[in-house]
């Protein structure tokens, strides 16, 4: 064989040991096989590109590139080491198993990937139970303070005593929190209701046998929370006073008595109803005749709970009821008008406003009345009537008042206006001044002064020579005393006028020469003081006229 061949064959079979040699590298690293062909498709391409190269050189490359992959094992086997380190504690803390993995081979960066993100979940996992615990911890801790209990078992120990660090977050173990989280709340809102239960009855024996305040203060402290001393010392309470009704029996009888007419009042129970508890009536005060009376008040509290939307409406409708009717009342009164400050108005839109909520408020009642008979088998009575029927009865007697005052209001202006025809129109001005007050002495000594006065320099003036300019008129005083003494007299001549027998008839002959004597004065009398009752009554309208217009 020639030289050149036996070259030729050495370097072939150099080019084979590099290739196994390189498959073995591939072996202990894990390259999947879809890169070794690529990576043997490269070494082939080199070998292609670099023909020209030497063998040294060929060498160099190729211990270069081993040097650079067990590098890269070196890496990927620490991190892994590292990876399974953190495993371990993670499934220690959350009592876990480990993450299944071969050890042996080198792992390929999407192995190494995987493990990672399995170790974040873990991670994630350890924090939100660490949370967890320490929240659950400090709730069983307050609830055992609250219930003034140690812990019993080694789990609850090593909940309450232990490190936080040290306690196994597992799901057992956090299961196991939140049960005996649940049984300690669940004694703790027993005791709290307990404890409500004990206040109650306590407070219902303080008001029946009449407790001074100061002995009441003394519990002051154990009336708001609900803890096992606080139990303890309202239970020693209760007994105690339990004790005392026993001996103070008659007066707790009577005080439940008190409550339950109360009651009765709320409930709108009738005679009949209330005659039915017998007990009530009865003089001999025992135990037996207490715990009747006992039975009754609580029957009659929770009826009363359990509709006290009810019982509350039809108060809320009676006494807007009331109010409603004395609005109407003040209404038709004329002293309204000279109230200041708004309160008409306000009065006003209070009773539309009535007016309007009345009707809904009924209806609301109805339905709810509606609802309550069909759960009680029974008719909603209030005092022993429908109410339903007594709403109807008020509203018509309502409707019947206001028909009756507007009749009167009708015979009377219908009076009135015969009046007018038959003796003649009389001028109804408003007055700002009390229409009935006491006049003082000296306002009578004026007016009788005046009065005098006037009889002595009487003489007609016509009716526009009488008035006087507003410029040159009299004082506000003066007119006010004019208008008194013109008010005296014109209501003497009306009375003059209007009288029976004072109307002077043509037609009417006087029996003898006396009567027509005497009617003959009254006529000429009465034609005399036409002119001025018809002066006095301009200058009256005048007056006032120039008072409203704040002259």
Known sequence: ?????????????????????????WEEIGIPEDQRLQRTDTVKMHVKEEEGLTILQM????????KVMIKQKSQRVQELKTLRKQDEDLSDVLCSSLYTFDMTSVPTLEELEAYRNHLSVLS?????????????????ICCMEDL????????????????????????????????LLNRLESRKTENEALCSTYRSR????????????????????????SKKRNMNALQAEVQHLEELKIKNIRNVVEAVRTEMTLYWNMCFYNPDQREAFTPYCSDDFTEELLSLHEEEILRLKKQYED??????????????????????????????????????????KQRADLQKSLPKLEKSLKSQIDLWEEEQGCEFLVHGQKFLQFVQEQWAQYNTEKEREKLER?????????????????????????????????KTRKVARRSSVCRRTF???????AMRTPGRGRTPRGLDQNKENMSHLSGALRSMAASPQRNISMNSVASSYSEFAVNFYLFVLFICYIPLFASVSILSFSLTHMQYSGL
């Open 1 to 25: 064989m020639r030289k050149s061949e036996v070259h030729a064959a050495e370097s072939v079979a150099c080019l084979n040991q590099a290739l196994n040699h390189l498959k073995d590298i």
């Open 59 to 66: 060498e160099k490359d190729i211990r270069t590139s081993l």
């Open 124 to 140: 994630k996992e350890k924090d939100h139970r660490h949370a967890e615990f320490v929240a659950l911890k400090k709730q069983i």
């Open 148 to 179: 003034e209990q140690m812990p019993d078992t080694s789990f609850e120990r090593d909940v309450v005593c232990e490190d936080e660090d040290a306690f196994c977050l597992s799901a057992e173990n956090i299961t196991a929190l939140k049960t």
């Open 202 to 225: 306590i407070q219902d024996l303080w008001e029946r046998l009449q407790v001074p305040q100061e002995d009441r203060e003394i519990l002051t402290e154990h009336m708001t929370t």
């Open 307 to 348: 509709h006290k939307e009810l019982y509350k409406g039809v108060t809320n409708w009676q006494d807007n009821w009331t109010l409603f009717q004395e609005l109407e009342k003040k209404a038709t009164d004329p002293s309204r008008f000279n109230n200041r400050g708004g309160n008409l108005l306000k009065e006003e």
């Open 410 to 442: 009708q015979m009377k202006k219908s009076k009135q206006t015969e009046e007018d025809m038959l003796y003649g129109t009389s001028l109804r001005t408003p007055s700002k001044r009390r229409l009935c007050a006491t006049p003082t002495p000296g």
């Open 459 to 465: 003489y007609f003036k016509g009716p526009i020579l």
